[in-house]
């Protein structure tokens, strides 16, 4: 009966029988039939240091769909260290290893990934309107290969704006801090610059691409008279939180934030949905992609709730005092 059956089962047999070589060649054949691991590119424009708790939200999520690093996932890591123009070349190279889904967790970052392929499933993060910047056909039915997460809100900064005159309404000058490259940068200011007109404010523009430029760029606004300050949504500001809230602090400024990690540092305010919370989202919708789910079945993912944060440590050390007013809209105060 042995010697009508194929020769690699009579193989098996035999050394089964004879008690000698079959643990050698039972797991080779059972480790060749197991499928491939999936491979996850992860795409920022900031730098692994400065997005270390997001990340670690985003593996959560993975961990909790069943996918763990190093055991059934492989992720390739990209960083453009806050120089945007690294990242076509980075997309470029993780559609080459052709991974299984690309998570693109900035907006550069998503653009990106976007223009580099329209195969591989993208899932994104998105401080600007996906529709807009062209990442998605409409935010309930994106088409195509991406979706994912946005924080945007039409006339974000104009809320932010509103906060700072309420906190110091004698500002008459406004600095903005913007980095040039970021895509939505344009919308930004134009929201901002609008708001100001009917605070009857003055709002200077100053650009910084990168570290390197936060101490020249505080310098000029306080030259300009600049009494406060508004720092829009940017991967290289959240990056180097640390020191660009030092500088501020350093130049006396009342400012307000994008995102709640620069008031958890020192920063003054922040009016934001949470950048830790889009992570993790975005850890759930790649666990959904690598189950078989088509990201233009899966609804880009919108903010339901914007938290307002005052430090008042900081406030004390500018000298100000805040408004019972403010205090009471205040969905957390760090003490």
């Known amino acids: 009966m042995i010697e009508n059956t ?15 070589g079959f643990l050698l060649v039972w797991p080779l054949a059972a480790r060749a039939q197991q499928p491939a691991m999936p491979v996850v590119g992860f795409l920022n424009s900031g730098t692994r240091e400065g997005f270390a708790h997001f990340l670690a939200a985003f593996h959560q999520s993975l ?10 996932l492989a992720i390739e890591y990209r960083w453009a260290e806050g120089q945007y123009d690294r990242l076509t070349a980075l997309a470029a190279d993780l559609v080459r290893r052709q991974v299984t889904v690309i998570a693109a967790t900035t907006t550069p970052a998503a ?6 392929t329209s195969m591989i499933p993208i899932v994104f993060t998105s401080a600007a309107d996906p529709v807009t910047v062209g990442l998605v056909a409409s935010l309930s039915r994106p088409g195509g290969n991406a979706t994912g997460v946005t924080n945007y809100l039409t006339d974000l900064g104009a809320k932010r704006l509103e906060l700072l005159h309420q ?4 500002a008459n000058t ?10 939505d940068i344009e919308s930004q200011r134009k ?11 003055r709002v200077h523009v100053v650009n910084a691409a990168s570290v390197d430029d936060f101490d020249k ?3 000029t606004l306080v030259q300009l008279n600049a009494s406060a300050l508004l720092v829009t949504t940017d991967a290289v500001f959240l990056s180097r939180r640390d020191r660009l809230v030092g500088l501020v602090a350093h130049y006396a400024l009342p400012a307000v934030y994008a995102q709640r990690d620069f008031v958890e540092v020192g920063g003054l305010m922040s009016y934001a949905a949470s950048v830790a ?11 959904r992609v690598l189950k078989g789910a088509v990201p233009a079945d899966l609804p880009v993912v919108q903010p339901s709730k914007f938290d307002f944060l005052i430090n008042l440590k900081t406030a004390k050390a500018l000298g100000l005092t805040i408004p019972s007013t403010l205090l009471a809209l205040a969905d957390e105060v760090i003490e």
């Open 6 to 20: 194929p020769l690699t089962y009579r193989k098996l047999v035999r050394d089964r029988e004879n008690k000698s």
């Open 63 to 72: 961990n909790q769909a069943g996918f763990v690093e190093g055991r059934n």
């Open 111 to 116: 653009l990106a990934a976007k223009a580099a």
């Open 167 to 170: 906190l110091v309404p004698k």
């Open 174 to 183: 406004i600095g903005m801090l913007v980095n040039p490259n970021y895509p």
């Open 191 to 201: 929201d901002v610059e609008e708001a100001a007109r009917k605070f009857g404010q």
């Open 217 to 219: 760029v505080l310098a």
């Open 277 to 287: 919370d889009g992570y993790r989202q975005a850890g759930i919708y790649v666990g």
